[in-house]
């Protein structure tokens, strides 16, 4: 049972022009929302977030959508840089009352190459 | 770098096997979660622990265990190991707090041939 979906293994897009990567997910109790970059033999680095009270979240070229009817969020990078190519993982937790945290819930991945 | 560490790197073992792998969390962070990273997928919460005690169990084998020391370092043990347990086993740590971000190790790529 995949709770959170990547349905796009790869994307690429030209340096300077918009990313968006996609993410849907299944489970209604999942309540914060955070978006990984990884690259090649290191541990998933934290790209930014977003809790299930708000729609949109930004941090620098990093924007972070989410349509909680349709259970989708998005990450929008602009613009794309060759150094943002690299697998992004989507991942959902539930339970943000839990004193001792949650667990993370994580799709599949998207490998993003940004050509120059 | 995100403060948490993972040791060992790379680790290389035969079916059969048992091995550990051992965790240290950001300073002062006292939630560690195991999460398992086969070819191609994403990543499966295996087990955490909060200041000591198990907290949340997800897809984790009998045939493995963990355990968080007083000084809240990590081990995660993998015993009777088959071809299907090589794979990257990340570690993360957290204050505890639920809307916490969670920050991974480097990991620690397991192959059992």
Redesign the interface.
Known sequence: DQQVKQNSPSLSVQEGRISILNCDYTNSMFDYFLWYKKYPAEGPTFLISISSIKDKNEDGRFTVFLNKSAKHLSLHIVPSQPGDSAVYFCAASAGTGETSGSRLTFGEGTQLTVNP | D?G?T?TPKHLITATGQRVTLRCSPRSGD??V?W?QQSL??????LI?Y??GEE??K?NILERFSAQQFPDLHSELNLSSLELGDSALY?C?S?S????????????TRLTVL
């Open positions: 995100s948490v993972q006292l939630s979660y999460y191609d997928q994403g990543l499966q919460f955490q909060y200041n907290r949340a997800g990340f993360a957290t505890g707090g639920g809307t916490d971000t969670q920050y991974f190790g480097p990991g």
